[in-house]
């Protein structure tokens, strides 16, 4: 993966499931399940305590995997400092680690053809974009999980 300007690419055409990347984006993995009070939609993470991944939506947080393993979890050596990064904006409401602000803009998911297969060592919490399969792909320490 090489970064050009503020643009991130991956390696291959990921116009077509031809891609050789095999890097995917690593969910930040939570001690508790934020309360809803503090939870924003589309927030997704790793939850050590179900060793689920999961996402917030309309005021529930919703499992996108069975029960995994969090015994490949490298732990942090530090303390959490500051708000997390927002990009596209100099301010958010939203509260997170990682806020991407655009009112004409999504996030794309790295691409990955098949990453059951590609994807030696996955991270518990990694999430894609299976070229294959058309849908997201998230190792929650044991398995894949797709979504559609």
Not at 15 to 32: C, E, F, H, R, Y
Not at 93 to 111: D, M, Q, T, W, Y
């Amino acid at each position: 993966m090489s970064g050009i300007g503020s643009l991130m690419e991956f390696a291959g055409n990921t116009a077509t499931n031809d891609t050789s990347n095999t890097k995917g984006i690593i969910l930040p993995a939570v001690n508790t399940v934020l309360s809803p009070a503090n939870s924003q939609n589309g927030t997704f993470i790793f939850d050590k305590q179900s060793s689920k991944t999961k996402f917030y939506e309309n005021g529930t947080w919703k499992d996108m995997s069975d029960e995994g393993s969090v015994a490949a979890l490298v732990p942090a050596s530090g303390n959490e400092v500051g708000n997390g990064v927002i990009i596209g904006s100099a301010s958010s409401a939203a509260k997170g680690v990682l806020i991407f602000e655009s009112s004409n803009k999504a996030l794309v998911l790295p691409h990955i053809k098949n990453p059951h297969e590609s994807v030696l060592s996955p991270y518990p919490g990694m999430m894609c974009y299976d070229t294959v399969s058309n849908s997201i792909a998230v190792f929650d320490g044991l398995n894949w999980s797709y979504w559609k």
